[in-house]
């Protein structure tokens, strides 16, 4: 079975660009999250969706940042307009919702995001 | 809130060493436990888990126990490996309207030959 899919892996752009990151969540997971890792702030999360809505985005950290999920196979983050400081590996994972509190996420290889 | 500590690395060991890499948490309920690895360039995979006290997790040589009384679920390995140098995430979960995992901020191995 295909794990999480993310893309592009690596994206390298300048300030006041827009950036769209993608993620493609195993089938049949019904949970699916976004993360941002730092070497300050550690593991972030971002947004997570159940069911293609949106349940929690308290940890967007601004208006910049927007996250979509159009259907149960594909979701987005983007950023507009990008700022250095939004530079970090952003991570997607998704997890069946059967058991929600015993089931682990499964991560995609993230996106390794640099802002010029 | 919910809240998990981790050990502060980098941890580093010599081949065969036996690995303990510490893990208490706070929570409001009864939490699932877990630990993933993430290796360089790659996301976080689950390593091991347990969902209720006295449980013990195992996989690939690693193991860790649910300790309620402690509020702890510390990762141990008798003889680590150089393959075993990653970074190392306590997690846990709750159930109760709000999903929201808890990740700590990682402990660093570095195993030497």
């Known amino acids: 079975d295909a794990g999480v899919i993310q893309s592009p892996r690596h994206e390298v752009t300048e300030m006041g660009q827009e950036v769209t990151l993608r993620c493609k969540p195993i089938s049949g997971h019904d949970y699916l999250f976004w993360y941002r890792q730092t070497m300050m702030r550690g593991l972030e999360l971002l947004i997570y969706?159940?069911?293609?809505?949106?349940?929690?985005d308290s940890g967007m950290p601004e208006d910049r940042f927007s996250a979509k999920m159009p259907n149960a196979s594909f979701s987005t983050l983007k950023i507009q307009p990008s700022e250095p400081r939004d530079s970090a590996v952003y991570f997607c994972?998704?997890?069946?919702?059967?058991?929600?509190?015993?089931?682990?996420?499964?991560f995609g290889d993230g996106t390794r995001l640099s802002i010029l | 809130g919910n809240s998990v500590t981790q050990m502060e690395g980098p941890v580093t060991l010599s081949e065969e060493a036996f690995l303990t890499i510490n893990c208490t948490y706070t929570a409001t309920g009864y939490p699932s436990l877990f630990w993933y690895v993430q290796y360089p360039g790659e996301g976080l995979q689950l390593l091991l888990k347990?969902?209720?006290?006295?449980d013990k997790g195992s996989n690939k040589g690693f193991e860790a126990t649910y300790r309620k009384e402690t509020t702890s679920f510390h990762l141990e390995k008798g003889s680590v490996q150089v393959s075993d140098s990653a970074v190392y995430f306590c997690a846990l979960t709750l159930g109760g309207g709000s999903y929201i995992p808890t990740f700590g901020r990682g402990t660093s191995l570095i195993v030497h030959p």
């Open positions: 969706f159940n069911n293609n809505v949106p349940i929690d």
């Open positions: 347990a969902t209720k006290a006295d």
């Open positions: 994972a998704s997890s069946s919702g059967q058991g929600i509190t015993n089931q682990p996420q499964h």
